[in-house]
């Protein structure tokens, strides 16, 4: 998140000065007074114009289908559709070493917006159309192929063929369920991002790597607290986090 000047859409998402500029904070208070999820997310267009062509097909979808995991759908693609476009601006080591990072995160996306899609009965055609550029370990076709499946654990079966899956698996990061599959994506990020720091010290790489570990810590740690708040086992709450 801090690539200065390169992977604009990061920086935005983190930077406190955007939301002063933008009314971030009147925005939300907005949104929070809101009590019908449709306004409340049409609200949200306003924090950057571009946005609102993602709202208004999520919008449209949703009145179709009234499924309000469209929502979450739409607006990850925003933020993905803009990583994975800067990405691209990035030249040389910068932009390999860049990749090697996010351009996982981009696989994530829709790698789980596919599956988790296919589980919910969506539309194939809707899951495809939410599917972003950029693939860096799987590819569309596969990408599509997954989209098609009858069932979810279908979809795992055809992820399982891909690169990407064969590193998970190569790695002894193993996932039976679905929902196991981004826990595990995210450890190989950490593998990775921990090998970034030690390899390429004078890299931007070393800047993404230090954000994503970060990041996986905070996530752990919240997690932690919110489980044991719910009493969940400590089994379950050691299955799902990235630092083991």
């Given at each position: 998140?801090?690539?200065?000047?390169?992977?604009?859409?990061?920086?935005?998402?983190?930077?406190?000065?955007?939301?002063?500029?933008?009314?971030?904070?009147?925005?939300?208070?907005?949104?929070?007074?809101?009590?019908?999820?449709?306004?409340?997310?049409?609200?949200?267009?306003?924090?950057?114009?571009?946005?609102?062509?993602?709202?208004?097909?999520?919008?449209?979808?949703?009145e179709?289908?009234?499924?309000?995991?469209?929502?979450?759908?739409?607006?990850?693609?925003?933020?993905?559709?803009?990583?994975?476009?800067?990405?691209?601006?990035?030249?040389?080591?910068?932009?390999?070493?860049?990749?090697?990072?996010?351009?996982?995160?981009?696989?994530?996306?829709?790698?789980?917006?596919?599956?988790?899609?296919?589980?919910?009965?969506?539309?194939?055609?809707?899951?495809?159309?939410?599917?972003?550029?950029?693939?860096?370990?799987?590819?569309?076709?596969?990408?599509?192929?997954?989209?098609?499946?009858?069932?979810?654990?279908?979809?795992?079966e055809?992820?399982?063929?891909?690169?990407?899956?064969?590193?998970?698996?190569?790695?002894?990061?193993?996932?039976?369920?679905?929902?196991?599959?981004?826990?595990?994506?995210?450890?190989?990020?950490?593998?990775?991002?921990?090998a970034?720091?030690?390899?390429?010290?004078?890299?931007?790489?070393?800047?993404?790597?230090v954000?994503?570990?970060?990041e996986?810590?905070?996530?752990?740690?919240?997690?932690?607290?919110?489980?044991?708040?719910?009493?969940?086992?400590?089994?379950?709450?050691?299955?799902?986090?990235?630092?083991?």
């Amino acid at each position: 998140a801090i690539i200065d000047g390169t992977i604009g859409v990061i920086k935005r998402l983190y930077d406190p000065r955007m939301y002063a500029k933008t009314g971030w904070s009147t925005l939300i208070a907005a949104v929070l007074e809101v009590e019908d999820v449709v306004r409340a997310i049409s609200a949200i267009s306003e924090i950057e114009p571009k946005l609102s062509k993602y709202v208004s097909h999520a919008l449209r979808t949703y009145e179709e289908l009234r499924d309000s995991i469209i929502f979450s759908m739409f607006l990850d693609k925003y933020v993905y559709d803009n990583l994975s476009a800067n990405l691209v601006k990035l030249k040389g080591d910068d932009r390999r070493h860049c990749s090697r990072l996010l351009g996982v995160l981009v696989d994530m996306y829709n790698v789980m917006t596919v599956i988790g899609g296919v589980y919910r009965g969506l539309p194939q055609e809707l899951l495809i159309k939410s599917i972003v550029s950029g693939y860096y370990m799987i590819s569309r076709e596969l990408l599509e192929s997954m989209a098609r499946s009858r069932a979810a654990l279908e979809a795992v079966e055809l992820f399982s063929g891909s690169r990407l899956g064969l590193e998970l698996n190569r790695l002894g990061l193993r996932y039976v369920r679905p929902q196991d599959i981004p826990t595990q994506i995210m450890r190989f990020l950490r593998i990775r991002s921990e090998a970034t720091i030690t390899s390429l010290p004078f890299s931007v790489g070393l800047a993404v790597a230090v954000s994503l570990l970060k990041e996986f810590e905070v996530r752990d740690i919240a997690l932690i607290a919110s489980a044991i708040e719910a009493r969940v086992r400590r089994k379950v709450i050691v299955e799902n986090l990235i630092y083991l």
